[in-house]
């Protein structure tokens, strides 16, 4: 996922074709086009291109195989779905040649050194590969979980915050079309079927003999390796006939917003970061002025260092370079202002402006500056063509650089391009940069932020944090800003350019106008036998999810038949999914979709992404595999059995070891101490007949809630569900669920942890005798503090909130292998956790949680009791003094106003923090629980949640209290609940030593 910006080095290669393409080289009446004796174009008879370069002084071949089919050929719905077709293209292949296999900007590259008696084999293998473009399931589910792993872990780092910010910005026309790109929330919900689809589709599209070229250089005889080659690619032929895929390149055009400012807590504090980018110049002018810049001379850099007001510490945190892509060419500049002494109360708006006009001065290049230029490129040049297989990578890179062009098409490009680095002049740059407004991406510390956030609305810059860097909130947000717009051209009363402005970032109450945009938007409804169906209606998507939750849950057989509810559930989800792949083999399913399904203690659900035409399918389906389901035995077995060995994996957990045994005692006398008893064994009575009693009783419409997200059509679903689940009949009464409360008790509980030691050693290689394990008195294992959530749904999530907070800030006290986590208080599950893992000694992590909430308490209380002593001490000393008691009382009702000219210095700085903790809280809150609204999916779930204890819209209700919520409000939930003495502390056995 590292961002790889193809910089002058294509240019660079210009001058070495200038030597290799000296002759007239096209000719349409052959086959095999030479160039020279060094450098050689093959065309085979169905269209592949081939570039051979001859290497007599390598014993190998470096072999490059190039498809034009990189992020620049993604949609919105396909990425992420072309760096998974380059990581299974050359999967599993032979020991004997090892393969780089690179997704880019233009194209898809799989380079190998290959031994020369080897190279036929390799060839053989790259046209199978080519035409068939089998993958196991196997191979798809390794390749799809690694790269889904990748793409989540990379997600929530600050590089993928900046890098999302900028490519949405920069190419805000197709922000999909860079690696920064894709979508995790869509990438990360297919099935391997599904996946199969998208990866043959691409296949099928992309690896055609003519969009497809191979370069080769080693110790190669041209006319032997073409006779080779056509033996081994001559029937090859594309097998596409569709519409074009590509209709030429799309110009690029840049965004009328230039000014944007990144905000995140995770930047430093002590420095501010900087990206300028030009779009404008051409590629040459870029690569020039790219050189000039970063030239160890370069008299833009000597003159930016000497300005105080900028903190440049020197030349090495200024970067200058050019980025070149299939449309766009462009001139990036990169640099860090650093605190000190001379610029403590600048602007970063100011700096901006400094360093700006640098660049705006320093592009008018000397001819010496410019001649230097073009002397550094020739450099890098000699460089490449020191090694030939570089500089057939390099040729490769550049061929895919513009898919519409031909191979003729490409070599005209390239003298093209010669022509205009030789016939550019430094006037011509100058009056390019002068003319463009850059685009300027400004990153700052959130604390830095709201100190000079005056100063950047004035200037016109646009926030851009978390919530909306991606592209694919940007969406929400620009529809959100247009419905802005058009309600303050209704306004009577003019406000403003700074007010307006305030509003762009923060707005009267963000909370209120989505819950006021939001309410409509969610229905509840009822069918003829009583099933409720809760919709939130979201025009702006094309998609539907469905929700199904089945009343009941683990507790109703935790006894006797422990997770058989989890088994049926898991066996209706898959006769669902069976059912639709049914409908898709028979071309009625338009579209794709995927079914998960899970079980908690009190409900069962299954969750159903599709296309909005598919939906009355989709709940035929459902209710197909509901009651007419055909499933055998054997069936059943294997999903007990499969059951077991997940249940046998989970409780070998040391987390839920530590978990479920304290709520078991927490839940003790209960259903549920059953079901969190880890030495209970599942299914253990469990049999085909369970199976089928139990799939049975699934026929209950009291059983049945439905909620539903996305562009929905009320009325027409409403039909549709009426004639599938709507025919369920009710069977018993429709139930309220009422959570079991737990009996909280304030003490330590040590648990036995169950520790599994495992080996690298396959089963053959095993010691025939137990291997001898040394005695340890030092055990990593969890931690966990319990505490009971408060029971209304207002409290609770200011509750959950505080939890958020305390986990972001406790992770500065843990070490780095140590993780923290979370475990939000709910409806039905009134309890929050906060764990924490692999502690050598709790009672760190333990006096940790202590401190940071005395610290939270006297930042929440505003004014330490120090000031409220003192306060009392000067009243009381004024009373005596004066003998009025009268006047004393109306006094001590104030006391603040006897000390504001001692103690207001310290006040501000507690209100600040103050403000900060608030805004840290809510904004931690926020990001945590309301980014499920990004999904229809996500948003399911949040009605589901608030439709089980009141209403549907709890969480629209829960925004606004969050965002009201002062720090009072905070206080109160943390004294009252979150206090160290009400605190149900869980640890090891085995670490019971170390707690103290």
């Not at 939270?856 to 330490?864: A, G, Q, Y």
């Amino acid at each position: 996922m590292n961002k790889k910006l193809f910089s002058s080095k294509v240019l660079i290669f210009i001058f070495i074709l200038t030597v290799f393409f000296s002759q007239k080289i096209f000719s349409e009446n052959k086959t095999l086009l030479e160039l020279n004796d060094s450098l050689q174009v093959l065309t085979l008879k169905n269209g592949l291109t081939v570039f051979i370069k001859q290497d007599s002084a390598s014993a190998l071949v470096h072999t490059r195989f190039v498809c034009k089919a990189g992020f620049s050929s993604q949609s919105a719905s396909d990425a992420g779905f072309f760096p998974l077709f380059t990581q299974l293209f050359f999967a599993n292949t032979s020991d004997e040649i090892k393969v780089t296999s690179e997704c880019k900007a233009d194209s898809s590259t799989y380079t190998a050194d290959v031994p020369e008696f080897l190279l036929k084999d390799f060839l053989l293998e790259i046209k199978e590969r080519c035409t068939k473009q089998s993958f196991s399931d196997e191979l798809i589910d390794r390749k799809y979980n690694e790269l889904k792993r990748q793409i989540m872990e990379y997600n929530s780092t600050t590089s993928s915050f900046i890098n999302s910010a900028i490519d949405s910005r920069v190419f805000y026309e197709e922000p999909w079309k860079q690696d920064s790109g894709i979508y995790p929330a869509i990438f990360n919900s297919y099935t391997s079927a599904q996946i199969r689809t998208i990866i043959r589709d691409i296949g099928r599209k992309y690896y055609t003999s003519d969009n497809c070229a191979l370069f080769l250089t080693g110790n190669l005889n041209i006319e032997k390796t073409y006779s080779l080659l056509e033996s081994i690619f001559g029937e090859w032929e594309t097998y596409y006939s569709g519409k074009p895929f590509y209709n030429g390149t799309k110009k690029y055009k840049s965004p009328e917003k230039k000014k944007y400012v990144l905000v995140a807590d995770e930047l430093s504090q002590d420095m501010n970061q900087l990206v300028v980018q030009y779009t404008s110049l051409s590629m040459a002018q870029a690569d020039l002025l790219s050189a000039s810049f970063s030239a160890y001379n370069s008299l833009f850099v000597e003159e930016t260092l000497k300005e105080k007001k900028l903190g440049i510490r020197g030349k090495n945190y200024i970067d200058c370079a050019s980025a070149q892509k299939s449309n766009c060419s462009r001139f990036i500049i990169q640099t860090l202002f650093e605190k000190n002494e001379f610029n403590n109360d600048v602007s970063p708006v100011e700096q901006v402006n400094i360093f700006l006009d640098k660049i705006q001065k320093y592009s008018i290049l000397s001819a010496k500056q410019f001649s230097n230029a073009k002397e550094k490129i020739l450099a890098k040049y000699k460089t490449l063509t020191g090694s030939p297989s570089i500089a057939m990578d390099t040729l490769s890179d550049y061929w895919s650089l513009d898919s519409s062009l031909s191979t003729q098409g490409f070599y005209q490009r390239f003298l093209t391009l010669v022509d205009s680095i030789q016939s550019e002049s430094e006037r011509n740059i100058y009056e390019t940069i002068s003319k463009e407004e850059p685009l300027v991406f400004l990153l700052l510390n959130t604390e830095n932020f709201y100190k000079y956030k005056n100063d950047l609305l004035k200037e016109g810059y646009e926030l851009i944090t978390k919530e909306n860097a991606s592209w694919y909130s940007n969406e929400i947000k620009a529809l959100k800003s247009k419905e802005e717009a058009l309600e303050k051209q209704n306004k009577l009363n003019q406000e403003n350019q700074n007010e307006i402005a305030e509003e762009t970032f923060e707005g009267p109450s963000f909370a209120q106008d989505f819950y006021r945009k939001n309410i409509s938007t969610i229905k509840t409804k009822k069918l003829k036998n009583g099933i409720p169906v809760v919709i939130k209606e979201n025009k702006e998507s094309q998609t539907i999810s469905l929700l199904i939750k089945i009343n009941g849950g683990e507790i109703i057989s935790a006894k006797n038949q422990k997770l058989l509810r989890t088994v049926l559930i898991n066996l209706a989800s898959q006769n669902i999914q069976y059912e639709i792949s049914s409908l898709m083999r028979i071309g009625k399913f338009s579209g794709i979709s995927n079914v998960s399904a899970w079980t908690t203690e009190y409900a069962s659900y299954i969750s159903i992404n599709c296309m909005k035409e598919d939906l009355k399918l989709v709940l035929q389906s459902v209710f197909n595999a509901v009651v007419f389901a055909d499933f055998t035995p054997i069936l059943a077995d294997s999903l007990i059995q499969e059951q077991k060995n997940q249940t046998l994996l989970k409780n070998g957990s040391l987390s839920w070891q530590l978990r479920a045994n304290a709520l078991e005692y927490l839940y003790r006398k209960t259903p549920l101490e059953n079901y969190y008893n880890t030495d209970l064994a599942p299914l253990k009575s469990t049999n085909w007949n369970s199976v089928e009693k139990g799939y049975a009783e699934l026929l209950d419409a009291s059983l049945y809630t439905l909620f539903l997200a996305g562009d929905i059509q009320t009325s027409q679903i409403l039909n549709a569900a009426e004639e599938t689940l709507g025919l369920l009949k009710e069977i018993t009464e429709r139930k309220t669920i009422t959570p079991l409360q737990p009996f909280f008790k304030n003490k330590n509980r040590y648990v036995q942890l169950r520790h599994t030691f495992t080996s690298d050693l396959p089963a053959e290689l095993a010691p025939k005798e137990s291997p001898i394990l040394v005695p340890t008195k030092i055990f990593y294992d969890p931690a966990q503090l319990f505490f009971q959530s408060p029971e209304s749904f207002e409290k609770r999530e200011l509750f959950n909130a505080l939890l958020y907070y305390f986990k972001y800030m406790l992770k500065n006290d843990l070490e780095e292998n140590q993780r923290l986590t979370v475990f939000k208080a709910t409806y039905q599950n009134q309890v929050g956790i906060l764990e924490a893992q692999n502690l050598s000694k709790p009672v760190k992590y333990v006096n940790a949680y202590k401190n940071l909430y005395e610290k939270t308490k006297e930042i929440l209380s505003f004014i330490p009791k120090a000031y409220e002593d003192k306060a009392e001490e000067k009243t009381e000393e004024k009373a005596v003094n004066e003998n009025i008691k009268e006047k004393n009382t109306k006094e001590i009702n104030n006391p603040q106003e006897n000390l504001s000219q001692e103690i207001t210095e310290e006040q501000n700085q507690l209100s600040e923090e103050q403000n900060k903790i608030l805004k840290t809280i809510k904004s931690l809150y926020i990001q945590s629980e309301l980014s499920k609204t990004q999904t229809n999916e996500g948003l399911t779930q949040l009605i589901e949640s608030g439709f089980a204890e009141s209403s549907p819209d709890q969480y629209l209700q829960t925004y606004r209290i969050i965002e009201n919520a002062s720090a009072s409000d905070f206080l109160e939930i943390l004294e009252n609940y979150l206090n160290d003495s009400k605190c149900f502390k869980v640890y090891s056995v085995d670490s019971k030593k170390q707690t103290n």
